[in-house]
């Protein structure tokens, strides 16, 4: 990992992923009163969030950026890197699916987006020394919680969600409706499910689709 421990010199360098300005702004200034801590920089969509982690020891990414819960995207793909920075994710989100993939993909720490700031602070020092920041029900979460769809699954799910057809969701995403088809009955067999309407309820209450603004 490229984050700091306490026994290498200089500031822990802090990048912040958020598509909410005020939490930005609110997060830098709580960042730059720490004499042990900088600011790399900022971003507001996935893409810039990528760029700007190599720079980083940590990473403060929030769940939900562009309405989409592209923060688990973030995850995935820095972590195919050789050195990636710790990641403490932010989230409105309490589903404990979303806790799960956050914390599979291989994030440090996860913290409700309404924590205060001397705690994330303390959380960025924590993680940037190694450690983790995860609550008991964040870990029963990882335990018990259904594993979160596949980005194409999801896109699969919203579309289905929607009302559209086999034959439409194939139209939409460039797939053959065999496919659609082939999505649809594993989503169903892994999830102990028999219908869309279960499928959309599921896909609801765990947050893989409609998420809250506020995530």
């Keep these: 990992m490229t984050h700091q421990d306490a026994t290498m010199p200089g500031p822990v360098r802090v990048g912040i992923v958020d598509d909410h300005p005020a939490i ?3 997060m830098r200034a709580a960042v730059d009163a720490e004499p042990d801590l900088r600011i790399a ?3 507001g969509s996935l893409a810039d969030g990528i760029a700007l982690a190599p720079a980083t020891d940590v990473l403060v990414c929030d769940v939900q950026l562009d309405g989409r819960a592209e923060g688990l995207q973030l995850l ?3 972590h195919r890197d050789a050195a990636p920075p710790a990641v403490l ?3 409105g989100f309490d589903q404990p699916s979303v806790i799960r993939a956050a914390i599979d993909r291989g994030a440090a720490g996860y913290l409700d987006k309404g924590t205060e700031m001397p705690v ?3 959380a960025i020092r924590a993680i940037a ?3 983790t920041v995860f609550s008991a029900a964040h870990l029963r979460a990882h335990v018990a919680a ?3 769809p596949s980005a194409r699954e999801v896109q699969v799910i919203e579309l289905v969600v929607a009302g559209s057809t ?3 969701v194939g139209a939409r995403l460039g797939l053959s409706e065999k496919t659609v088809e082939s999505h649809l009955r594993r989503l169903f067999e892994r999830y102990g499910i028999q219908s869309r309407t279960e499928l959309a309820v599921l896909a609801l209450d765990e947050g893989w689709i409609g998420p809250r603004r506020g995530g």
């Design 129 to 131: 020394a190694g450690g």
């Design 76 to 78: 995935e793909a820095i």
């Design 89 to 91: 994710m932010l989230s």
């Design 146 to 148: 259904p594993r979160r």
């Design 120 to 122: 994330i602070v303390a």
């Design 24 to 26: 930005v702004a609110a």
């Design 166 to 168: 086999n034959a439409e």
């Design 41 to 43: 920089g900022t971003a």
